[in-house]
C-alpha cells in the first residue's frame, strides 16, 4: 500500500494495521492518559475504574466488550475536560493458575506473569485509555503484604476470627468455599457437586456490618442496576421476627430458634433440627442413635440446593427427645431432618406445618399432627395439602384468638418477654465471610499458632510473609494446603514467648484481594501503608465502575464491606466504594455462550487481524445497550470497517480542503444543524449509556458530511469542516485509531481524546418543522410538515383537511383518530 509520511494518501482504503502501529507508537511516547496529582490542576477529577481481569491467557470476546464499554466511558470524561483516573491491573492469584501450574509441571508465578504481559501487550493494542504508571498485581509480595496488614487490622477489631465448623468443600479442588461460591450446589469454578465438611477455618465477620450493608444501598438507588441492589438484598436477607426459647428434655439450656412468624406458636406440633447441627447429636437419645448417625451420613452428601428443593420427598429421623411449647406447654417431639440447615439462625426451627408448605409437608410424611391457627378463608390445609400462608385471623390461640396478624406479633413478643421465654430480634441469610483456602498460590494468612500464646499475629515489621517458592513440588490438591509440606516456613519461633510455633498454612481467598484493590491505584507504590488516605479520598469514591453482573454478590459485596470496615479505621471518608455501576452483557455466538465443545467460539486476535481493532471496537458498542448480550452470529465487523473508511475520508477531505479555525457560522446552514442535533442526542445518549445510540447518531451525521461534499457545497464549507471535527472527537470514544488520523488530519492539535468535547448552540437545535406522517387504516397517505409544538387538536384538524387523505376516505365513517403530535395521524374508519 502507498504511504505518505506514514499515513494514508487521500482516497486511499482504510488500513486498519497502519494506523494501529503508528498510534501505538505515538501514545506509548505521549503517555496521554496519565492522571494528574497536581494540586494546581483544577479540572474536576474523575475516577473510572473496570473490574480488573485475570490473567488465566490471552484477552477473549468477553474482555473485548468489557473493556470497550469501560474505555468509552473513561474517553468520554477524557473529552469532557476531566481529570481522568483509568488504571489497570490483574487479579493474579487463584486456582486457575494453581492448576495450570500442576498441569503444566511449571510455577504459579510463570504462568501467571507470562499471560500478565500478554495480556497488557493486547490491551495495548486494543487502545485502551488506561494510565499504565499505576499497573499492580495482586500476587506481587508489595501488594499482598498489605492484605496480611489489612488482616491484622481487623483481627485486632475482632473482625477476622477462626473458628471449627461445617464447611463447603470442592473435592476437585480441595478447598473450602464461601457460600457465595457455591451455585446451584456445585464449586463456581469447575462445577463439581460441593459436600459439607468440618474444618477450623479463618473467617471475616461480616455480619456485624448486615445492617449497614442493607442500610446503605439507599446511596445507590438509580446508580446501580436495580437487579444487582435485589440480589444484594436477598443475599443479604434481613428478617423480623423473634427468638423463641424451647426447653429441650434433658437438657438444662433451652434452645432457641427464629421466627418471622411467631404469631402462629400454638400451632407448633413438632420442632426440628438440622440433622448436621451438632445439636442434633447432642439431642438424639442413645436408643436412636444408630439410626440418627446413618441419616447423617446420607444427609452429608446433600447439597444444600438439594436440602431445600421443594420436589424433594421430606426425610428426617425422630431423636427420641421432646421439646416444650412455651406459650401451651405442650410436649412436641424433636426430629432431625435435612430440609433446615445448620447455618440458619440456630440450626432449629418450631414446626407449624397447617401454615408453613415444607413443614405440611413433613408433617404429612411422618403422620404427625397439623393445627389451624390462622383463619385466611382458604380451604382447610389438612384436607387440601397445601398451606395456607397468607393474612388472616387468629384461632385455635388462646389469648390471640380474634386478632389480625400483625396484632398478634406484637402481642406474643410481649408475651414471651414477660415470660423471659423469647425476644424480638432480626436475623439475617448472610453469613460470614469463610476466606480461609487450602491452596499455595494466595496471599498467606499472618498468623502463628502457638501452643502457649495460641494465636498470634506475625509482627508488622516482618511483612509480607512471602511464598515460600516451592518450585518443583508437588501442588496437586491433597486436602491440606501445600504450604504445610514448606517445613522450613512453616517451623518458626513464636513472636511472643520465642518457643517453637508454627505458621498458618491456609491462603487468603482473592476476593480479598479484589475487596480494596481500587484504593491501592491511587498510591500503588507507597510503601509505608496499604494507601495514601488523602489520595483515596481526592479520588474516591469510583465515580464509574464498569464489569460482569456475575460478580453483584460476591466482588461487590465484599468490596462494600472492606470500604464500610476502613471508614470506620479511618482511612477514608466515605462509606460506599462505587458511586455508579454498569453492567455489561455477554458474548455469544449462535444464541450460545461460546465454547469449543460447542465449536462456536470466536477468536478476538483473528477478528483483529481480520477487521481492525476500531471495527471490533464499534461493532461491539454498536450491537445494542451495553447490559445486552452480543450474538456475534447477528453483527458485522466488516459493516464497521466500511462505516470507518467512509468516517475516515470525509475528515481527510475536509482537512485537505479547509484551514483549522474557520467560522463554521458562514457555512452551510442545514449541515450545521445536523452537527449540532448530533452533539446534542449523543451528549444525552453518553449520560444515559446509550452508546449504541451515540453511534448511530454518528453514522447520520457521516452520511449527511458525506452528501454535503458531493452534492452540496463541498469539502471546503466550514460547515463540513465542523461536522467532521465532530465526527473524529465522537468516534474518539470507540474507533481512536481511526480518530485520531482524522484529526490529524484535520490539523488538529494535541490528541483529538483530549478535552474535545464540543458544545451544541441552541439556536442550531431549534426544528422549525418536522414530518408527520398521516395515515388511513394504517396506510400512510400524506405527509405534512408542521411546527414542532403543534397540539394534538391543530394537527387533527389539518390531516382531516389533506386532499390526499379526504380522497381516501370516501365519506366512510371515521370511528377514531389517533394523534401523536407532531410525527404522526392515524385515521381508523368504520
Known amino acids: 500500500m502507498t504511504m505518505v509520511d506514514g499515513t494514508q494518501a487521500q482516497g486511499e482504503a482504510y488500513d486498519a494495521q497502519s494506523l494501529q502501529d503508528k498510534w501505538q507508537r505515538r501514545w506509548t511516547e505521549d503517555n496521554p492518559f496519565t492522571a494528574s496529582e497536581d494540586p494546581t490542576d483544577k479540572r474536576p477529577r474523575s475516577y473510572v475504574l473496570d473490574m480488573f481481569p485475570y490473567p488465566s491467557g490471552d484477552l477473549h470476546m468477553g474482555h473485548a466488550e468489557a473493556f470497550a464499554m469501560g474505555d468509552v466511558v473513561a474517553r468520554y470524561r477524557f473529552q469532557l475536560g476531566e481529570n481522568v483516573l483509568h488504571p489497570i491491573g490483574w487479579d493474579s492469584f487463584g486456582l486457575p493458575a494453581e492448576n495450570a501450574a500442576i498441569q503444566r509441571g511449571t510455577h504459579p508465578a510463570e504462568w501467571t506473569y507470562a499471560n500478565i504481559e500478554t495480556q497488557a501487550a493486547s490491551f495495548k493494542r486494543y487502545a485502551a485509555s488506561f494510565d499504565w504508571s499505576r499497573r499492580l498485581h495482586t500476587s506481587d509480595p508489595e501488594y499482598y503484604r498489605w492484605n496480611q496488614w489489612l488482616f491484622l487490622r481487623f483481627f485486632e477489631r475482632g473482625l477476622a476470627y477462626r473458628k471449627g465448623g461445617l464447611v463447603n468443600w470442592c473435592p476437585k479442588d480441595q478447598t473450602v468455599l464461601a457460600n457465595e461460591q457455591v451455585v446451584q450446589g456445585r464449586c463456581e469454578r469447575c462445577g463439581t457437586e460441593v459436600v459439607r465438611r468440618s474444618l477450623d477455618q479463618w473467617y471475616f465477620r461480616i455480619t456485624e456490618y448486615a445492617d449497614r450493608l442493607l442500610d446503605d444501598m439507599a446511596q445507590l438507588e438509580g446508580c446501580w442496576p436495580e437487579r444487582v441492589l435485589t440480589m444484594q438484598r436477598n443475599w443479604i436477607g434481613r428478617s423480623h421476627g423473634a427468638d423463641v426459647h424451647f426447653q429441650i428434655e434433658g437438657r438444662e439450656e433451652p434452645v432457641t430458634v427464629f421466627t418471622t412468624r411467631p404469631d402462629t406458636l400454638y400451632g407448633a406440633t413438632f420442632f426440628v433440627v438440622a440433622a448436621d447441627a451438632p445439636l442434633a447429636e447432642e439431642l438424639c437419645a442413645p436408643e436412636r442413635r444408630s439410626e440418627f448417625e446413618a441419616y447423617r451420613e446420607k444427609v452429608a452428601k446433600l447439597s444444600d440446593i438439594e436440602r431445600q428443593s421443594t420436589e424433594r420427598q421430606k426425610t428426617g429421623v425422630f431423636l427420641g427427645r421432646y421439646a416444650v411449647n412455651p406459650v401451651n406447654g405442650e410436649q412436641i417431639p424433636v426430629w432431625a431432618a435435612d430440609y433446615v440447615l445448620a447455618d440458619y439462625g440456630h440450626g432449629a426451627i418450631m414446626a407449624v406445618p397447617a401454615h408453613d408448605q415444607r413443614d405440611l409437608d413433613f408433617a404429612r410424611t411422618f403422620d404427625l399432627p397439623v393445627r389451624v391457627v390462622l383463619d385466611t378463608g382458604e380451604p382447610d390445609p389438612r384436607e387440601t395439602g397445601v398451606a395456607t400462608v397468607g393474612e388472616g385471623t387468629m384461632v385455635n390461640s388462646g389469648p390471640l384468638d380474634g386478632l389480625s396478624k400483625t396484632d398478634a406479633i406484637e402481642r406474643i413478643v410481649d408475651v414471651l418477654a414477660e415470660r423471659a421465654t423469647g425476644n424480638a430480634t432480626v436475623n439475617f441469610r448472610l453469613r460470614d465471610w469463610l476466606l480461609s483456602r487450602q491452596r499455595y498460590w494466595g496471599t498467606p494468612i499472618p498468623i502463628i499458632h502457638c501452643p502457649d500464646c495460641g494465636e498470634v499475629p506475625v509482627p508488622e515489621d516482618q511483612l509480607p510473609v512471602t511464598l515460600p517458592d516451592l518450585r518443583g513440588a508437588d501442588l496437586a490438591p491433597k486436602g491440606v494446603s501445600p504450604l504445610a509440606t514448606a517445613t522450613d516456613w512453616v517451623n518458626v519461633d513464636c513472636p511472643s514467648c520465642q518457643g517453637p510455633a508454627t505458621r498458618d498454612t491456609d491462603t ?158 458562514s457555512g452551510d446552514i442545514a449541515l450545521r444543524k445536523v452537527t449540532h442535533q448530533t452533539i446534542d442526542k449523543v451528549t444525552t445518549a453518553m449520560e444515559a449509556f446509550r452508546f449504541n445510540v451515540a453511534v448511530a447518531r454518528l453514522m447520520e451525521l457521516v452520511t449527511a458530511a458525506r452528501k454535503a461534499i458531493d452534492a452540496g457545497p463541498g469539502a471546503a464549507d466550514p460547515a463540513v469542516r465542523e461536522a467532521a471535527e465532530t465526527i473524529a472527537v465522537v468516534l474518539s470514544l470507540v474507533a481512536p485509531y481511526a480518530a485520531e488520523e482524522g484529526w490529524e488530519r484535520l490539523g488538529g492539535k494535541g490528541s483529538v481524546s483530549l478535552g474535545n468535547w464540543p458544545k451544541a448552540e441552541p439556536d442550531l437545535l431549534v426544528q422549525e418543522s418536522v414530518t408527520c406522517v398521516v395515515q388511513v387504516q394504517s396506510k400512510v397517505r400524506d405527509k405534512l410538515e408542521v411546527a414542532p409544538d403543534i397540539d394534538d387538536a391543530e394537527l387533527e384538524r389539518l390531516a382531516l383537511a389533506s386532499e390526499k387523505v379526504q380522497a381516501h376516505l370516501q365519506d366512510r365513517e371515521i370511528r377514531r383518530v389517533v394523534v401523536r403530535a407532531p410525527k404522526l395521524v392515524n385515521i381508523v374508519v368504520g
Open 508 to 665: 487468603m481467598d482473592t476476593f480479598v484481594d479484589s475487596a480494596w484493590y481500587f484504593l491501592r491505584y491511587c498510591s500503588p507504590r507507597m510503601d509505608s501503608a496499604p494507601f495514601d488516605s488523602d489520595a483515596v479520598n481526592a479520588w474516591g469514591p469510583i465515580d464509574q465502575y464498569v464489569g460482569g453482573v456475575e460478580h453483584a454478590v460476591l466482588h461487590l459485596l465484599y468490596a462494600r464491606f472492606f470500604t464500610k470496615v476502613l471508614h470506620d479505621m479511618g482511612m477514608i471518608r466515605f462509606t460506599e466504594p462505587f458511586t455508579r455501576l454498569l453492567n455489561q452483557g455477554q458474548v455469544i455466538n449462535q444464541g450460545k455462550a461460546m465454547s469449543k465443545s460447542l465449536g462456536n467460539g470466536v477468536d478476538l486476535g483473528v477478528e483483529i487481524d481480520n477487521y481492525g481493532v476500531d471495527a471490533v471496537r464499534l461493532t461491539m458498542v454498536f450491537a445494542g445497550p451495553p447490559e445486552d448480550d452480543i450474538d456475534w452470529a447477528d453483527v458485522s465487523p466488516a459493516a464497521s470497517l466500511r462505516f470507518l473508511s467512509r468516517a475516515l475520508r470525509v475528515m481527510t477531505e475536509a482537512g485537505a480542503a479547509s484551514e483549522p479555525g474557520s467560522d463554521p457560522a
